[in-house]
């Protein structure tokens, strides 16, 4: 059984600048998005829980580079 897999698709912004973090539920499943230098990422998770934990962990990392 696989509790975490990774969507493999990266989508590009024209603004680099952007950087976000967000958890979505589909089908099932839980999403993380995160955006950085206009490129988003995305996480799959099928647990909630860790879906927000890594969404937390994420946030902080992001936070730490706009010290």
Not at 1 to 19: E, H, S, V
Not at 32 to 45: A, T
């Amino acid at each position: 059984m696989i509790d975490l897999a990774q969507t493999g698709q990266d989508r590009t912004y024209l603004n680099p600048r952007i950087a976000s973090v967000s958890v979505v539920e589909a089908m099932g499943e839980w999403h993380v998005l995160v955006v950085e230098n206009g490129v988003e990422r995305s996480q799959s998770f099928i647990q909630r829980g860790w879906a927000e934990s890594y969404a937390s962990g994420q946030r902080r990392r992001l936070d730490s580079r706009h010290v």
